[in-house]
């Protein structure tokens, strides 16, 4: 996050060939970011910096935890309010989770509200581990479940790419791309019929960049020789 204030470090990524940035935001909340030890992050610099990557033609898949202590009934609802005034990426939700031998753990541990101290053992993904403060455990599992849906429904997707015309074709179908499979990290997409499916929701966007593609096709293509005026320029002898 730091570094990403520096505007020359960011063309040259830029340069280099970079697409996307993996940021872990966590929240928009500082009070959530102190306790985490991430108060360097700032939550009001978070869409300028968006905006600059955005410019220079990256995008950023940005992560958010919720289930912290400052965390209340609503957060996602928060979150993705100020999510949508940034420029599209690939936001990515999760819980707050207690690792063994951090400080973290310890903490959760010394005060009983672990609810599966051995939770490795047992892998649950979306899942609480402990008892946060302001919010229920069922409520956090909630809140990171609709913020998935309100990201990556097709209305989200329509919007972004609605959001994205401006930019080069490539740039477009890999974001596109980019969001029918991250939709997946949250909700399987194992089977083809839930691929069929998922293709028939986003039917809009995916037949209008196929239509994008045939055009440049059709624009790149070299022109019939017969359609092309030959005739030249006959010059009179000297009298």
């Not at 060939?17 to 610099?45: A, H, Q, R, T, Y």
């Not at 999510?83 to 707050?96: A, D, K, M, Q």
């Not at 069922?138 to 989200?156: G, I, L, M, T």
């Amino acid at each position: 996050m730091n570094l990403l204030r520096d505007e020359e470090l960011v063309s040259l990524i830029a340069q280099s060939g970079g697409k996307w940035i993996f940021m872990g935001l966590e929240s928009i909340d500082p009070e959530n970011l102190k306790s985490v030890s991430k108060g360097f992050n700032k939550p009001d610099e978070y869409r300028a910096i968006l905006e600059r990557l955005a410019r220079q033609g990256l995008y950023a898949i940005t992560s958010f935890i919720f289930g912290m202590d400052n965390d209340r009934p609503g957060v996602a609802q928060r979150t993705l309010q100020v999510i949508r005034s940034w420029p599209p990426g690939l936001p990515v939700f999760g819980l707050l989770t207690p690792y063994p031998a951090t400080p973290l753990y310890d903490r959760l541990a010394s005060s009983g509200r672990l609810t599966r101290p051995k939770h490795w053992l047992e892998f649950k993904p979306f899942t609480m581990d402990f008892s946060p403060l302001g919010i229920s455990a069922d409520q956090a599992e909630k809140e990171v479940r609709q913020a998935w849906e309100s990201s990556y429904n097709p209305a989200a997707i329509a919007s972004a790419m609605e959001w994205l015309e401006s930019k080069s074709f490539p740039d477009r179908l890999i974001h596109l791309l980019a969001r029918l499979a991250f939709r997946g990290i949250y909700f399987p997409q194992m089977r083809w019929q839930e691929w069929l499916r998922l293709l028939f929701e986003n039917r809009g966007p995916i037949l209008y960049s196929v239509y994008q593609a045939l055009e440049m096709k059709f624009r790149s293509r070299p022109k019939d020789p017969q359609s092309i005026d030959t005739r030249r320029t006959v010059q009179r002898p000297a009298q």
